[in-house]
């Protein structure tokens, strides 16, 4: 029986994917374009030895010789050229990917992925984001706004690393991990040629027979209205439903009716007087955003930094300036 040799072609041979590693292949490269063993050791800070060591396993996991050796040159063979030339495209998207991770690491670059409820969504963290890459320049930011359920179906989907939203949803798929974000006080607001406009106070009943103008069901602004009605034993009278803020500020403005809304949603129309903080009794309603994300999601360097970020709370003197997102 034949016996195979190292350097040898051997059908019996170890998997060529297996056992190849990214060392070897660069200790091959660095022979072959540097002429000879020394040359390369002396380029790589390794003994001569230790080179042929590893070339030598290299021939024998691929099979077939790589390299002659005649006399002091060193040649490679058809082998050893097809490997050097899939090597350096190998090498070189290896080297890509390491400098890649090391800019995710170093924050150069990533997306931050977050989504939010429709009002804090619109009017609290364009600024919360915007200071974040003022921090993180070479980084992205994908927002995403919608309704409490929307916000939910972002999560499940994996589509975002992170969510802000009023309350957190009472039996959601998986885990979550739930922490303050910024406090959240829901006002009562009417046109200022409303009949209750210049009243000094209001009582909850009496504002509870008022016409309102309503966001749609999944709504969280809209769940804390009903609540806060039905704990007073009072129904909410909806005459008009609407799925955008500027919208209700709009029709609330005409006389329409009135509303409950956050006031970071009505700052710039309260300070310009297009609209009135009514003196209900109970108001403000004092509630809390949350940041959410999966509890056994693995954070990232730029979900690490965010996450701090957040924590650190400067951010928050950015926010509340009074302006117009309609």
Wanted: aromatic share 6%; charged share 20%.
């Amino acid at each position: 029986m034949l016996e195979s040799r190292p350097g040898t072609s051997d059908p019996r041979a170890p998997s060529f994917d297996q056992l190849v590693t990214v060392h070897q292949l660069r200790l091959f490269r660095a022979v072959a374009e540097h002429g000879g063993f020394s040359r390369a050791g002396q380029a790589l800070g390794l003994s001569q030895p230790a080179i042929s060591h590893q070339l030598k396993e290299l021939a024998t996991t691929v099979g077939v010789p790589l390299i002659d050796v005649i006399g002091r040159r060193v040649q490679l063979t058809q082998a050893g050229d097809l490997l050097l030339e899939h090597s350096r495209r190998i090498l070189a998207e290896f080297d890509a990917a390491g400098a890649a991770l090391d800019e995710l690491r170093g924050l150069r670059r990533g997306v931050l992925r977050v989504a939010g409820d429709t009002t804090v969504g619109a009017y609290v963290l364009p600024d919360v984001l915007g200071a974040f890459r003022d921090e993180h320049p070479a980084t992205q930011v994908h927002l995403d706004v919608g309704n409490r359920q929307h916000v939910l179906e972002l999560l499940v989907a994996g589509s975002v690393d992170f969510a802000v939203s009023g309350r957190p949803w009472d039996d959601p798929p998986f885990p979550l991990t739930v922490e303050p974000f910024l406090a959240n006080n829901l006002i009562a607001v009417a046109s200022p040629v409303h009949r209750l406009a210049r009243r000094s106070r209001i009582s909850l009943a009496e504002f509870a027979r008022e016409p309102f103008i309503v966001r749609e069901p999944g709504s969280g602004t809209r769940e804390t209205a009903e609540e806060t009605f039905a704990a007073a034993g009072l129904v909410l009278r909806p005459i008009m439903q609407l799925a955008n803020n500027g919208a209700i500020k709009r029709a609330v403005a005409r006389n329409l009716g009135v509303t409950i809304m956050s006031r970071y949603a009505t700052s710039l129309e309260l300070e310009i007087g297009r609209l009135v903080d009514l003196p209900v009794s109970g108001f403000p309603v004092r509630r809390q955003w949350h940041l959410v994300r999966p509890r056994d999601k693995q954070l990232g360097p730029l979900d690490e930094a965010f996450l701090a970020f957040v924590r650190e709370g400067s951010w928050t003197s950015t926010i509340g300036r009074p302006m117009s997102t309609d």
